[in-house]
């Protein structure tokens, strides 16, 4: 089902929330999962400014009653669940500070390709952007002219992503995989065509040069 808000900007977009869905699940009663209290779409009610969080995104939204903070509570608590709509909010607000988030975490961020920058976004939601940041040779790469797609796909393989969201993470790497493949052919062509044009700049010379030849003879 879709989760994607319905303004999305793209089919990219869509399958980022819908990815994401797949990976951790659609819960409108919370649950627990590795030790952790959560609702919705992985929303964390552990967090630190998870209530403050809660509050500020459905304090005006229907279902939630007069005292939003008694509501955190009672979900919290397993008492009451969330609407659709709670939590379609919850996780709008969630992934647009994650993407704020990645959007720091490299100076090329906004000339990534969209499957890059959304798999850094589900890197964000994860781990946190400090933990993010600390991945070696994620930022390295992507901070490069030309980053090395090989490199990040590496980086993110051994990060804790990739044992948080597996499929997620293994999404991410054929992703990458495939911009690799893109790169390489666009080089090889660059090449060729580059050979092609040497040649022909030098084939005049060529010609120029056979009557001088001929009429040394």
Known sequence: SRIAPADAEDASEVEFYNSRMREKGAYLLSYTRNGKNMVGVGFDLDAPNAKQRFMDTLKDMAGVGNDVEQFFDEVFNGDKPLLKSHMD????????QAKSDAATLTKNYHALPKRVSNALTHMVLDMGVKAVRGVEGLIESLDKPNPNWSATSLAIQN????????????????????????????????????????????????????????DKA
Do not use: C, H, T
Not at 89 to 96: F, I, K, N, P, R
Not at 167 to 184: G, P, Y
């Open 89 to 96: 909010a919850l996780l709008q607000a969630d992934v647009a």
């Open 159 to 214: 990060s804790e992503f990739s044992k948080s969201s597996p499929s997620l993470s293994q999404l991410a790497v054929e992703n990458l995989a495939n911009i690799q493949k893109q790169v390489d052919k666009r080089r090889q062509e660059s090449g060729a065509a580059a050979a092609d044009k040497a040649a022909a700049d030098k084939a005049p010379e060529v010609a120029d040069k056979a009557p001088e030849v001929a």
